[in-house]
Every structure is written in C-alpha cells, then in structure tokens.
C-alpha cells in the first residue's frame, strides 16, 4: 500500500510542477497580449489578455496545491 502512495504522491508532484509551468506560461502569455491591446487600441485583445492572466494564475496556483498534496510526512 505504501508503494502505491508513494507513487501517487509523485504523480501529484509531477502533475502540480507541470501545471504551474504551464499556468506560468499562459499568465505571460496573457500580459503581452494586454500590453498589445492596451497600445494598439484593441480592446478584444487586452480583454483575452486579462483572461488568459486568470487562467494562467488559476492553474499556478492548482499546480501549487498538488505539489503540497504529493508531499509525503
């Protein structure tokens, strides 16, 4: 039972570190895309620039709490 834990718990920590990368990525991509829009007048653009921020933030912070859930005592 131990081992399946263990195993669980990497999985966790793997799953938590590739979704604050990915969360990170998405959340730059999303300030570009805002500072574009701002300078370029295209509302549309800023406005998926700030989503794309939410999104990127929501999923950093989903990866940081798997990682802690993965963390074996």
């Known amino acids: 039972m131990s081992n399946e834990r263990d195993a669980q718990d990497k999985n966790l920590t793997r799953q938590g570190v590739e ?38 933030k929501t999923q950093d912070a989903i990866g940081k709490v798997e990682r802690k859930a993965g963390r074996t005592e």
């Open 19 to 56: 979704d604050s990368i990915k969360g990170k990525a998405k959340d730059a991509t999303g300030k570009v895309k805002d500072a574009a829009g701002g300078l370029t007048g295209n509302v549309k653009l800023q406005a998926e620039g700030k989503v794309d921020q939410l999104v990127g």
